[in-house]
T-cell receptor, first 113, second 114 residues
Framework: GAGVSQSPSNKVTEKGKDVELRCDPI?????LYWYRQSLGQGLEFLIY????????KSGLPSDRFSAERTGGSVSTLTIQRTQQEDSAVYLC???????????FGDGTRLSIL | AQTVTQSQPEMSVQEAETVTLSCTYD???????LFWYKQPPSRQMILVIR??????QNATENRFSVNFQKAAKSFSLKISDSQLGDTAMYFC???????????FGAGTTVTVRA
């Protein structure tokens, strides 16, 4: 596609539910990144994919968070047993390869009731 | 760990005027990249300008230019001839060479007044 596409745009869910956030990177971009943007913490790095591999998961806040990427393209970020502190905007970015400028999607605003 | 500091939470500028946003960073690395990203209300982070630390020449992109002072670890953004569409939050970001993580500052909200 022309740009990084994220879905859904907004998600409201109850505490304790699982959620899946999707990212479709720019065609041909091998590197994919997830960031979280929250009022208290600013913009935080979560995870990096090169192809289907995730060499760096160091930013995932807890074991309730997981991510996968299939076919070197679409990625899914899953949050299990959501908590109120998970409320944030989740941004996905992609680049041709690692170390290249990152291009961001519009993000998913996640609200936990 | 790298830290990026943006000391101006908010700035306001009249249309057609110039505004300068400050950014300082702390690193022991000698090779790295610096970025300015713009985030309008639509939420999409848009890359405005990129600077390689090994380049002495300041980067420019149309009305956007930077003042990169490596010794002072300072990386300010100047927006010339401000337009209403420049209204957004602006983030300064740092990335080590051969790395992939962006470290962001807290952001500066810029409002352009008609």
């Amino acid at each position: 596609g022309a740009g990084v596409s994220q879905s859904p745009s907004n998600k409201v869910t109850e505490k304790g539910k699982d959620v899946e956030l999707r990212c479709d990177p720019i065609s041909g971009h091998t590197a994919l990144y997830w960031y979280r943007q929250s009022l208290g913490q600013g913009l935080e790095f979560l995870i990096y994919f090169q192809g289907n591999s995730a060499p760096d998961k160091s930013g995932l806040p807890s074991d309730r968070f997981s991510a996968e990427r299939t076919g070197g393209s679409v990625s899914t970020l899953t949050i299990q047993r959501t908590q109120q502190e998970d409320s944030a905007v989740y941004l996905c970015a992609s680049s041709l390869v690692g170390y290249q400028p990152q291009h961001f999607g519009d993000g998913t605003r996640l609200s936990i009731l | 760990a790298q830290t990026v500091t943006q000391s101006q939470p908010e700035m306001s500028v009249q249309e057609a005027e110039t505004v300068t946003l400050s950014c300082t960073y702390d690193t022991s690395e000698s090779n790295y990249y610096l970025f300015w990203y713009k985030q309008p209300p639509s939420r999409q982070m848009i890359l405005v300008i990129r600077q390689e630390a090994y380049k002495q020449q300041n980067a420019t992109e149309n009305r956007f230019s930077v003042n990169f002072q490596k010794a002072a670890k300072s990386f300010s953004l100047k927006i010339s001839d401000s337009q209403l569409g420049d209204t957004a939050m602006y983030f300064c970001a740092f990335m080590k060479q051969d790395d992939y993580k962006l470290s962001f500052g807290a952001g500066t909200t810029v409002t352009v007044r008609a």
